[in-house]
């Protein structure tokens, strides 16, 4: 089991939520005890503010899976709590064949 957390939020303040999406992803600790991954960001446009949280339970590919997944460049962010199956490679879904993804979050 894996569960996942989030807000989108449009206040004009863009509070700081990181807080309470620890509190969210902890509270869905019980589904994913061995691995929790955050994003957080303005949207481009600047007049949102997004929060993705994920709890991991490892029973298969233990080293690996750690999310948020992102592209490389950083431009997407997502989170899942299923698992990909029956693939050699996972591949970005709104990108090209070539695109790299990375399940490490992009550098600030």
Do not use: K, N, W
Request: hydrophobic content about 30%.
């Amino acid at each position: 089991m894996c569960d996942i957390a989030g807000y989108l939020s449009t206040s004009s303040s863009h509070p700081d939520l990181t807080q309470a999406l620890h509190r969210m992803t902890e509270a869905i600790a019980h589904r994913g005890p061995d691995d929790a991954g955050y994003f957080e960001s303005v949207t481009l446009d600047g007049r949102a503010r997004v929060g993705l949280g994920h709890r991991r339970l490892s029973i298969i590919d233990l080293s690996t899976g750690h999310q948020p997944l992102g592209h490389a460049d950083g431009s997407v962010q997502i989170v899942s709590s299923a698992g990909t199956r029956r693939t050699r490679r996972a591949r970005c879904p709104t990108r090209p064949s070539t695109a790299r993804c990375s399940s490490r979050p992009a550098e600030p």
